[in-house]
C-alpha cells in the first residue's frame, strides 16, 4: 500500500484533495505507515524494532506536542535517534511508499538525468541542471545555488554568503521536481551547494527537530559540485605565402577541424601573414573570419557552428617572414591568465624573406629578420606568459622541418606533420589534448550480489584518455563462470577481457568514445 494508492481509492480520499505532505496525515495513510514500520521491522530486527519503537514513543513524542500527529513528527524522531546506516533504512521504508520527508538533490549535466547520472565536476561554459527527488509531493520549493559554506540548522536563507542564482517550481505528483533549461552557465571556478528551500519558509533546515520540514541539500558536508577551468586559448597563425598556394584549401579544412574540436570555454584567434613591408617590414598579416580583429573569441554551443562555417579559403601571395607570426601573436591573447595557451603555426617551414642581391644588407630591400629573430621573440614573448608554441607542417622540404621543429622546441610544444588529410582529426585532437593537460579522473565503485546479472552506466568524458574497467570477486571460480562485457555508445561490444589469476579480469580501452 502506497500514498499514491490511498489518494486514488475515493472510499479514503475526498474529491479536490490536494496530494501533498498534509495528505500523509489522512485516516487512510495509516496503512503505508505501518507497512513502513513493518519494514523497517523486518530490516533492523523483531526485537531491536520492538524497543526502539516504543522507546521512541517514551523518549521523544510529547504528550502535549500539538504536532505530535504528523506523520514526519515521529519520522523525525526516528531519524534522530538512529545510525546513518539505519537511518537509510528507515528513509527507505517511507519512500518506497510515497512518505517523502528527505529530499535529495543532485546537480546534473543534462535536464531530468536518469538514476546513476548525477555529475559533480562542470567545465566552464558547461550548463548546470538540478534534480531533486524524494521531496514531498506537490510542494513549491526554491533551488538556490551558492559558494560552498557551513550552514547552522535553522538559518536564514538571507544569511547565506553568495547566491549564485535561485529557481521556483513545484514538485510533481511522484515528490521530483528538475530544471527543463540550465539554472545556471558554469562560469567561475569554485566550489558550489545546491540548497532546495522545501515549502518556501525562507529558513534551511536539516536536523530531525519536531516535525521540521526538512530541506535539500547537495553540499551539506563538502561542496555540492566544482567548476573547473580546463579551458584553452589558442591562436592559429596561417601560412599564406605562395609557397603555401597548393595548400589553401588544406588550410581552410584543418583550421575548421581546430574549431570543431575545441569545446565550449575555449577561445580562440585566427591569422594569415605572409611578410611586411619596408623599411621595418612591418605588418604582413591579416585577420581571419571569424575573429575579425586581433582578440580571443569565445567559443560556445551557440556559436560554434557557425564559427566553422564562416572559415573561408585563403589566397596565398608574397614571400615568408617567420617572425610576422610570432611579432603579432602574443598579444592576441591579451591579459595572462593560468588557462592553458598555445601558439599554433600552420605552414610549409619556408623562411624566405625578400632579399635584393644587389643590397641584401640594407633594410630599405632587404628583410634582414631571420630565424635567430624568431627563437628570441619566443623565449622573449612566449615562454615567460606560458604561451606553448606548436608547429604543423605541410611538405617535407628540409629546411621546413628543421625551422618547425625547432619553433616548436623553443616554445615547449610539439611538431606535427600534417601529410593527409585523413590525419587531419586525429593530429587536431592530439594537439589540443596534450595543450588542454590530462582531464579529471572519476573513480565509481558497484558491488554485485552474487548468483546474478547486473548492468552498469559508465560515463566516459569527452577528453578521456582511456577507460579501465575490473571485475573482482572474492574466491576462485572458472573463469567462464563470470561474464564481464562492455558495450560502447555506438554498439561496440567488448567481451574478451584480460585475466589476471582466477579472480580479476580487466580491461583497458584507450582514446574511449564518449557517452555511457
Known amino acids: 500500500m502506497t500514498v499514491i494508492s490511498v489518494y486514488n481509492n475515493s472510499n479514503y480520499t475526498p474529491p479536490n484533495t490536494t496530494l501533498d505532505e498534509s495528505f500523509y496525515s489522512y485516516y487512510g495513510c495509516r496503512e503505508p505507515i505501518g507497512s513502513a514500520w513493518w519494514e523497517i521491522r523486518n530490516r533492523l530486527g523483531d526485537n531491536y524494532f520492538n524497543h526502539f519503537l516504543v522507546n521512541t514513543l ?8 500539538s504536532l505530535r500527529y504528523k506523520p514526519r513528527y515521529f519520522y523525525n524522531a526516528l531519524m534522530r535517534n538512529s545510525t546513518p546506516s539505519n537511518q537509510l533504512v528507515i528513509d527507505k521504508a517511507y519512500s518506497d511508499r510515497g512518505l517523502y520527508f528527505t529530499p ?34 506537490n510542494t513549491p520549493l526554491t533551488v538556490y545555488i551558492v559558494e560552498d559554506q557551513d550552514y547552522s540548522d535553522g538559518m536564514n536563507i538571507s ?38 528551500d522545501i515549502g518556501n519558509n525562507g529558513m534551511l533546515h536539516f536536523a530531525y527537530i519536531r516535525a521540521n520540514v526538512r530541506d535539500g541539500f547537495d553540499g551539506l558536508n563538502g561542496p555540492g559540485f566544482t567548476i573547473y577551468d580546463d579551458g584553452i586559448d589558442v591562436v592559429l597563425a596561417l601560412d599564406i605565402s605562395g609557397s603555401m598556394g597548393d595548400e589553401c584549401i588544406n588550410l581552410q579544412r584543418l583550421t575548421r577541424r581546430f574549431i570543431s574540436a575545441m569545446l565550449p570555454g575555449d577561445k580562440i584567434n585566427i591569422f594569415g601573414f605572409n611578410e611586411g613591408t619596408p623599411p621595418n617590414w612591418n605588418g604582413g598579416y591579416i585577420n581571419f573570419s571569424p575573429t575579425p580583429t586581433a582578440q580571443l573569441y569565445s567559443i560556445t554551443s551557440s556559436n560554434q557552428n557557425s564559427f566553422i562555417n564562416s572559415v573561408g ?11 610576422v607570426p610570432f611579432t603579432y601573436g602574443y598579444n592576441r591573447f591579451g591579459t595572462p591568465t593560468e588557462r592553458k595557451k598555445g601558439m599554433v603555426l600552420l605552414s610549409d617551414g619556408e623562411h624566405n624573406p625578400t632579399i635584393d642581391p644587389e643590397n641584401p644588407h640594407n633594410h630599405y630591400y632587404s628583410n634582414l629578420h631571420t630565424m635567430n629573430n624568431v627563437s628570441t621573440s619566443i623565449y622573449s614573448n612566449y615562454n615567460p606568459r606560458g604561451i606553448e608554441c606548436y608547429t604543423m607542417r605541410f611538405g617535407n622540404n628540409y629546411i621546413g622541418i628543421v625551422n618547425m621543429n625547432n619553433i616548436a622546441s623553443w616554445g615547449h610544444g610539439i611538431a606535427y606533420q600534417v601529410p593527409y588529410l585523413s590525419n587531419m582529426s586525429l593530429i587536431v585532437s592530439r594537439l589540443i589534448n596534450r595543450l588542454r593537460g590530462n582531464p579529471p579522473s572519476y573513480e565509481n565503485n558497484h558491488s554485485i550480489p552474487p548468483n546474478s546479472n547486473q548492468t552498469f552506466q559508465i560515463e566516459v568524458d569527452d577528453l578521456a584518455d582511456n577507460l579501465r574497467t575490473t571485475l573482482i570477486w572474492n574466491t576462485s571460480v572458472n573463469l567462464s563462470d563470470n561474464l564481464f562485457t562492455l558495450t560502447s555508445p555506438s554498439g561496440i561490444i567488448y567481451n574478451q577481457p584480460e585475466c589476471l589469476g582466477f579472480t580479476t579480469q580487466k580491461y583497458i580501452i584507450d582514446a574511449p568514445e564518449s557517452g555511457i
Open 159 to 196: 544569511a547565506l554568503n553568495a547566491i549564485i542564482c535561485q529557481v521556483s517550481g513545484t514538485s510533481d505528483n511522484d515528490g521530483v521536481w528538475y530544471s527543463s533549461s540550465p539554472v545556471m552557465t558554469a562560469s567561475a571556478v569554485g566550489d558550489y551547494d545546491i540548497l532546495v
Open 58 to 65: 517514551i523518549d521523544n513524542v510529547s504528550p502535549t506536542d
Open 313 to 323: 579559403v585563403p589566397s596565398a601571395g608574397g614571400n615568408t617572414d617567420l617572425l
Open 104 to 137: 535529495q538533490v543532485i546537480s546534473a549535466g543534462v535536464s531530468n538525468p536518469p538514476d546513476g547520472r548525477d555529475k559533480n565536476m562542470f567545465r566552464i561554459g558547461d550548463p548546470v541542471h538540478v534534480k531533486v527527488t524524494n521531496c514531498p509531493q
